[in-house]
């Protein structure tokens, strides 16, 4: 069983940044990817960024040069520096870890940018 603890969302102003922690503990073996999602109000969940113990990095096109992710493989976990925070960037965001088949998530952070 793994645990996801997210911190670091809140309320920010257009222009401003925050940054996202997750740490994954418990009983983990080797994390596969380890991401964060969004959910904004009535809208379906969407990645928002991953990173693989490849090294490889997804982005979605949303985010792309605003959002950066980063990952210490030693500690599990993984962080998300947002920048020029905008209105439609409002959602929770869930930590998601990928490891030995299985996905597992956060209980999500509320992140709110107001205009």
């Known amino acids: 069983q793994v645990q996801l603890v997210e911190s670091g969302g809140g309320l920010v102003q257009a222009g401003g940044s925050l940054r996202l922690s997750c740490a994954a503990s418990?009983?983990?073996?080797?994390?596969?990817?380890m991401g964060w999602y969004r959910q904004a109000p009535g809208k379906q969940r969407e990645l928002v960024a991953s990173i693989a113990n490849t090294g490889r990095i997804r982005y979605a096109d949303a985010v792309k040069g605003q959002f950066t992710i980063s990952r210490d493989g030693a500690k599990n976990t993984v962080s998300l520096q947002m920048n020029s925070l905008k209105p439609e960037d409002t959602a929770v965001y869930y930590c998601?870890?990928?490891?030995?088949?299985?996905?597992?998530w956060g209980k999500g952070t509320l992140v709110t940018v107001s205009s």
């Open positions: 418990g009983t983990i073996f080797a994390i596969n990817v």
């Open positions: 998601n870890v990928f490891t030995d088949g299985i996905n597992y």
